[in-house]
């Protein structure tokens, strides 16, 4: 039998330095980043995100797999690096329309938000701290695949030539992803915000991203209009930051200048800060 | 933006918990707060007054989550309109609202909110499971929250109001939805937290008698008005008249009406408190008062629990203050 025993346990006063305020965004920019991905949560919650996770990282892992067992094959088809993005963009919009609103929604029903304005958050310190959680797991599922192809090209030394070569590849994907991802977290929450429940969030920001898809094709494929309606396409037109990077341009985008690309994705983002801010300023605390 | 460093001890070591004066919030044309000027003291301090009375609104200035209109407030000896956030820091919140993550564990939820305080992440842990133990749900705190009674999600609320380690505690209806063994209890670890942990607690109810109960001070307010505050005992002192108790007697079913009746009939003015066996007689002359429900519990054959000097009520310095 062991000798151990409690010699005191209880409650008791702290002596110890209080994190304050950017401990207390850490604490809620982690704590939302893992109920996002349904860690420490009930197996439904899970389902989102896994399906998420292995629709943007199977054609990645598929496609070096394939490299690595069969040297050479599929040469002709590689992508060019900015293309790696395309393929993790259906995940992308299930991320933005369904798991993303559930970061700011949730805390609106079950009355976590008052209580997190009790403590050393304010409603902007609290609004970043939940932009860095969104823009973090998104980052996984936006930047993730794209570097491990680019990993894997590296390692069969299918690469760019030269470290310098190398880093200014690596430096481009970095910036094409996080220009994505800051564009799809604005808009994602800044739709959700407008709502206290996840289904209508989601089918608001369906809504946004895919309508404005589907409006801006009509403009201009069915009313020839001009090609620089394009920017109304948040989901296209954060893509093409990526081949705007690498000197290159997608086919859609072909007509539509660089700095129309820059104004829009700035305005798309800016709009969905600026919505998600209004939201929160009145929101009644205690 | 730099980590804020803050001291569980109180900035001026002054005895008051928060000071006002001339606090005045307005909504448009509506007043909220009008004028206020008081000092909370250390202890527990009950702040009551219906609904729209400006309890809310104070402690949302207290917490320096809205910036008054008018006038000075100090919360621990800082000022909330510019150190709203070390405030918040030291201030224990347990909102009226019962609503929390369903599908969270007690201990996860407590020990986040300890982090989001301000607590390392390590210590959060494990004041959080002290908390829960401190409350009665040591067991209880890997149930999640969805699933606890209403009596233990109050307990829960209460919970991550202290794992922080506060120096104020602010509750809102803290015993709302609960039974009166729950609201008992509930109202007892309030004090324990008090007298054993030297935590100041602010008590936000619009029950004056649970306030009456456990608190050592009062602030009560009406439509924005500070209608009463101050010391319990001194603001409840003694009053014109008696109180007395009869002991329910089975055979004797009318002892109570009969003694009202022989008080009554000599001009004395009696108050009945509900279906108890509890009546206020009220008269200046305590001696001639005390005489006549002597001779009246004798004549009706009532038998007497307690005759006391009759103390105010908070009821009537409310009422009072409210005219």
């Known amino acids: 039998m062991s000798d151990a025993r409690i010699l005191d346990r209880g409650y008791r006063r702290f002596e110890g330095t209080r994190s304050g305020v950017i401990g207390a965004m850490r604490s809620v920019a982690w704590h939302t980043a893992r109920s996002i991905l349904g860690l420490g949560r009930t197996a439904r919650h899970k389902v989102f995100p896994i399906i998420v996770m292995v629709i943007a990282f199977v054609p990645a892992i598929a496609f070096v797999a394939i490299s690595v067992l069969l040297k050479g094959f599929g040469d002709e088809l590689r992508p060019d690096y900015w293309e790696f993005f395309q393929y993790s963009f259906v995940a992308t919009i299930v991320f933005v329309a369904l798991v993303a609103p559930e970061a700011i929604v949730r805390d609106r029903r079950d009355g976590m938000f008052a209580l997190y304005l009790s403590t050393p958050l304010s409603r902007l310190t609290y609004v970043v701290a939940k932009v860095v959680a969104v823009l973090s797991t998104m980052a996984l599922v936006v930047l993730?695949?794209?570097?491990?192809?680019?990993?894997?090209?590296?390692?069969?030394?299918?690469?760019?030539?030269?470290?310098?070569?190398?880093?200014?590849?690596?430096?481009?994907?970095?910036?094409?992803?996080?220009?994505?991802?800051?564009?799809?977290?604005?808009?994602?929450?800044?739709?959700?915000?407008?709502?206290?429940?996840?289904?209508?969030?989601?089918?608001?920001?369906?809504?946004?991203?895919?309508?404005?898809?589907?409006?801006?094709?009509?403009?201009?494929n069915v009313a020839e209009r001009s090609e620089s309606w394009r920017v109304l396409d948040p989901l296209g037109l954060a893509l093409e930051v990526a081949p705007r990077l690498f000197g290159d341009r997608s086919d859609d985008f072909r007509a539509v200048g660089t700095w129309q690309v820059a104004l829009g994705c700035l305005g798309w983002a800016g709009s969905g800060v600026g919505l998600l801010t209004l939201s929160f300023r009145g929101r009644a605390a205690v | 933006m730099a980590d804020v460093r803050v001291s569980p001890v109180r900035h001026d070591g002054a005895v008051a918990v928060i000071t006002a004066s001339e606090l005045t919030m307005q909504f448009g044309s509506s007043l909220a707060l009008d004028d206020l000027k008081l000092s909370i003291e250390t202890g527990v301090t009950g702040l009551v007054g219906a609904n729209g009375a400006g309890k809310t609104t104070l402690m949302s200035i207290v917490l320096g989550l809205r910036a008054p209109t008018r006038g000075t407030v100090r919360v621990l000896g800082l000022d909330p309109s510019?150190?709203?956030?070390?405030?918040?820091?030291?201030?224990?919140?347990?909102?009226?609202?019962?609503?929390?993550?369903?599908?969270?564990?007690?201990?996860?939820?407590?020990?986040?909110?300890?982090?989001?305080?301000?607590?390392?992440?390590?210590?959060?842990?494990?004041?959080?499971?002290?908390?829960?133990?401190?409350?009665?749900?040591?067991?209880?705190?890997?149930?999640?929250?969805?699933?606890?009674?209403?009596?233990?999600?109050q307990r829960v609320k209460l919970a991550q109001a202290l794992a922080a380690d506060p120096s104020l505690v602010l509750l809102d209806e803290p015993t709302d939805g609960l039974d009166p063994v729950q609201r008992d209890e509930m109202l007892a670890l309030i004090r324990q937290i008090s007298d054993e942990y030297q935590i100041d607690v602010l008590l936000s109810s619009h029950l004056l008698e649970e306030v009456e109960r456990i608190c050592d001070h009062v602030v009560a307010l009406d439509h924005g008005r500070l209608v009463a505050h101050g010391r319990l005992d001194a603001l409840t002192g003694h009053d014109d008249g008696v109180t007395v108790e009869l002991v329910d007697v089975a055979d004797q079913p009318d002892a109570l009406t009969n003694v009202v009746a022989a008080l009554e009939a000599v001009g004395l003015v009696v108050r009945r408190d509900g279906q108890t066996g509890r009546i206020d007689v009220l008269g200046a002359d305590v001696d001639h008062v005390a005489d006549a429900v002597r001779d009246a519990c004798a004549d009706a054959q009532a038998r007497v629990a307690r005759i006391v000097r009759r103390r105010r009520r908070l009821e009537d310095i409310f009422e009072a203050g409210s005219r």
């Open chain 1, 144 to 220: 993730g695949p794209p570097v491990l192809w680019f990993l894997g090209y590296t390692f069969q030394s299918q690469g760019p030539d030269g470290l310098l070569g190398w880093l200014g590849v690596a430096a481009r994907l970095l910036v094409a992803g996080l220009v994505i991802c800051a564009v799809y977290t604005a808009v994602s929450l800044g739709v959700a915000s407008m709502t206290s429940r996840r289904a209508f969030a989601s089918i608001a920001v369906v809504f946004v991203v895919v309508g404005g898809a589907i409006v801006t094709d009509l403009l201009v």
């Open chain 2, 82 to 153: 510019v150190a709203g956030a070390e405030i918040r820091a030291l201030v224990g919140y347990g909102p009226e609202r019962n609503v929390f993550p369903d599908e969270m564990p007690a201990s996860d939820f407590v020990k986040h909110m300890a982090e989001v305080r301000g607590m390392p992440r390590a210590e959060a842990r494990g004041r959080a499971s002290d908390a829960l133990w401190l409350v009665g749900l040591g067991e209880e705190r890997f149930r999640p929250l969805g699933t606890m009674s209403t009596g233990q999600r």
